[in-house]
């Protein structure tokens, strides 16, 4: 079995899920002169701290850290669904 073990190279922290990774990626705009947007490599890769501490994560992720996120609406297949189980079990 492989392990791959992830580190930021912002602080050396060990990373331990690799889904709190974010890359980092510098990029500048020359306008008028090169409307496109250049990137500057290398790419880094940062933990969730360093993103927090910095001020970088935007409120979709500080929502799923403080408040659990509400379990989505049910669809209309799910209701459906639903329909169909509640005369299954009256009807049987």
Request: glycine share 6%; with cysteine.
């Amino acid at each position: 079995m492989r392990k791959t073990t992830v580190t930021c190279d912002r602080c050396g922290e060990i990373i331990p899920e690799k889904d709190q990774v974010w890359q980092i990626k510098l990029a500048y705009k020359c306008f008028p002169t090169k409307p496109d947007i250049s990137h500057i490599q290398p790419r880094a890769e940062w933990c969730r701290g360093c993103m927090e501490e910095l001020g970088l994560l935007g409120n979709k992720y500080k929502a799923t850290i403080d408040n659990p996120v509400p379990p989505p609406e049910p669809t209309l297949e799910d209701i459906i669904r639903a329909i169909v189980r509640a005369e299954i079990v009256e009807g049987g």
